[in-house]
């Protein structure tokens, strides 16, 4: 004799389905007392939602200011955990990484070892110049190549130009390398009172 497989609509003996448990009546009133149980949850949550929001808004820099101090304090932690997370998610790991190569594509920005007045102003540059390579007869992408901003009074030379956006230009990065060749040689050549 093997054993018999319960349906789906079977209950055990002595339970009683909770719709055949009360009478029309009795079955309304559940149905009710549950929406309102529902609708209070919701309440709360908008209120909930509605109350950090004002609570964010009312105290931002502060707390912004305890966000970077939990960052730097507790950097190694943090870490580690979305190591964690993203380990025990690679689908998730794989998007981000998507992301951000997308992202990078689309937004080139100016390498962080500048000042960040100077980086503004190189980015500034890059919008204006749309991110292609202004050399004659070029027209060059970030998409094809590297783009460079270029600053045509040398900064070593000329500190107080630096951040003039008049005096910065687009160029790929091997133009950008032949311009300073072809710089170098004319001052070679100044220096040496050659023709040029």
Not at 86 to 105: F, V
Not at 133 to 141: A, D, I, T, V
Not at 161 to 172: A, D, G, S, T
Request: glycine content about 2%; aromatic content about 12%.
């Amino acid at each position: 004799m093997g054993l018999k497989k319960a349906n789906s609509t079977s209950f055990k003996k002595g339970n009683i389905p909770w719709n055949k448990k009360y009478n029309a009546e009795e079955r309304k009133q559940v149905i009710l007392e549950r929406d309102r149980k529902r609708s209070k949850s919701k309440k709360r949550k908008e209120y909930m939602n509605n109350y950090l929001i004002n609570y964010y808004e009312k105290n931002r820099e502060q707390l912004l200011e305890y966000k970077k101090e939990y960052g730097k304090t507790n950097l190694k932690k943090l870490k580690e955990k979305s190591k964690i997370y993203y380990k025990n998610h690679p689908d998730k790991y794989k998007k981000l990484l998507e992301k951000k190569k997308l992202w990078s594509k689309n937004h080139p920005h100016s390498s962080k070892k500048y000042s960040l007045e100077l980086q503004i102003s190189m980015n500034n540059v890059r919008i204006r110049d749309k991110n292609t390579c202004q050399w004659y007869k070029c027209g060059k992408k970030y998409l094809e190549i590297e783009i460079h901003v270029h600053h045509i009074f040398p900064r070593k030379e000329y500190p107080d130009l630096e951040l003039v956006e008049q005096y910065m230009i687009c160029y790929c990065k091997t133009h950008h390398i032949l311009w300073h060749k072809i710089r170098k040689e004319h001052k070679r050549r100044v220096e040496n009172n050659e023709r040029c």
